[in-house]
């Protein structure tokens, strides 16, 4: 059973504090996404990873950076979290032609 | 670039009613389409992709170029069928990112 697994169900930080939301595929993908989901704006892609070390911006990056050391985790970073990144953030992964897969989310709460 | 559409965010019918979730897209290219579902308190996962040509869960869905769609059907709806719908388009040939539209939460009454 193949699996995202997200280092977190539910996180609650406060404004301007540096937030960590961990990722761990156990299916040697290369490509690894990070989404924020929000209602009424559907998936919105924040950053994504096609190899180790290596990222790219998506549509939304502000306020967020990313790691890739290893070929499984992909870590997403808010270097200072605020209100308006309060949200539910999902990690996919792939490989190049496959459909996505899923991790079970994490809903964050800045207070 | 890439855009897809999904044009209401709510979609509510009695079960044994047709179902019919809409979803069109933009791309220059050839896209490969995919309906993703996620039930409550569950992760999203594929529910069906065009190129397989399946039904699952008897639901289906045509890929129409001229008309540049992608719609989800299922003729007679279920109570379990009630969740979040979204509609997604990868690029082929070299793009691996998924782009989704911005979902339709479908309610099945009793």
């Known amino acids: 059973d193949v699996k995202v697994t997200q280092s977190s169900r539910y996180l609650v930080k406060r404004t301007g504090e540096k937030v960590f939301l961990e990722c761990v595929q156990d299916m040697d993908h290369e490509n690894m996404f990070w989404y924020r989901q929000d209602p009424g704006l559907g998936l919105r892609l924040i950053y994504f990873s096609y190899d180790v070390k290596m990222k790219e911006k998506g549509d939304i990056p502000e306020g967020y950076s990313v790691s890739r050391e290893k070929k499984e985790r992909f870590s997403l970073i808010l270097e200072s979290a605020s209100t308006n990144q309060t949200s539910m953030y999902l990690c996919?992964?792939?490989?190049?032609?496959?459909?996505?897969?899923f991790g079970q989310g994490t809903r964050l709460t800045v207070v | 670039a890439q855009r897809v559409t999904q044009p209401e965010k709510l979609l509510s019918v009695f079960k044994g009613a047709p179902v019919e979730l809409k979803c069109n897209y933009s791309y220059s290219g050839s896209p490969e389409l995919f309906w993703y579902v996620q039930y409550s308190r569950q992760r999203l996962q594929l529910l069906l992709r065009h190129i397989s040509r399946e039904s699952i869960k008897g639901f289906t869905a045509d890929l129409n170029k001229g008309e540049t769609s992608f719609h989800l059907k299922k003729p007679f709806a279920q109570e379990e069928d009630s969740a979040m719908y979204y509609c997604a388009l990868r690029a082929t040939g070299g793009s691996y990112i998924p782009t989704f539209g911005r979902g339709t939460s479908l309610i099945v009454h009793p």
């Open positions: 996919a992964s792939t490989r190049s032609y496959t459909e996505a897969f």
